[in-house]
């Protein structure tokens, strides 16, 4: 898996970091930022096993990080796979409250850089919410500008940073386009215009349609 960093705007350096562990950390986000959401836990850090999953590995290494990955989400919440790459993941509220219920993608590593994880659809109090995972927390103290375009399509948001700056909650503009536009698109570019660089990507989102559908029968019955 092949993550590009720029340095600048005219250089970029390679960065590999494996499929699972890009996964794990968006999954394990997502979690822990619906669970604050509806109460004061959090969810349980990455176990030591998948410290060795950021380095160089073998497909046999891979193989067992992925599994590896996939049993941690598992062991405290329910993931199921979804066409075109989504994720369906509930979490259950320790303190005996609402499921929290995402779908969410990963970046698409070869046009995305290192900070920017994934894309995740969540169940809101007022309807579905989009937030951007990151991987690099930004200042809790800014509200940065999102561009998100699909074809030749711009959107402009203004997002507020959540979960210690590891999130981008987006308005219900964005919702909306998730739920119109966005559904005969096969691509999200992000571009979050955060200091001291800007930091973009682009998101698979082929199936959103079918995420969508299972993510609001879900909400409706959690």
């Not at 030591?48 to 405290?76: H, K, T, W, Y």
Request: hydrophobic fraction near 40%; include cysteine.
């Amino acid at each position: 898996m092949l993550l590009i960093r720029p340095l600048n705007k005219k250089s970029l350096v390679p960065v590999r970091i494996p499929t699972a562990f890009v996964m794990m950390c968006v999954t394990l986000l997502c979690a822990a930022l619906l669970v604050v959401a509806n109460s004061s836990s959090r969810a349980d850090p990455p176990r030591p096993g998948m410290l060795n999953c950021a380095s160089g590995i073998n497909p046999e290494q891979r193989r067992q990080c992925d599994e590896e990955a996939f049993r941690q989400v598992e062991s405290g919440s329910q993931s199921t796979q979804l066409e075109g790459g989504w994720r369906l993941v509930k979490t259950t509220n320790p303190d005996g409250g609402a499921d929290a219920i995402s779908a969410m993608h990963v970046v698409d590593s070869v046009k995305s850089d290192a900070r920017l994880a994934g894309l995740s659809l969540q169940c809101g109090r007022d309807g579905i919410e989009v937030v951007l995972i990151l991987l690099e927390p930004v200042s809790r103290s800014t509200r940065p500008t999102v561009v998100l375009t699909t074809g030749e399509k711009p959107a402009e948001f203004e997002a507020s940073v959540i979960q210690g700056g590891a999130a981008l909650l987006l308005p219900a503009g964005a919702s909306n386009l998730a739920a119109a536009e966005w559904q005969s698109a096969k691509e999200l570019s992000v571009d979050i215009q955060s200091k001291p660089t800007e930091i973009r990507g682009a998101v698979p989102i082929g199936g959103l349609s079918a995420a969508l559908r299972y993510l609001s029968q879900n909400c409706h019955v959690r």
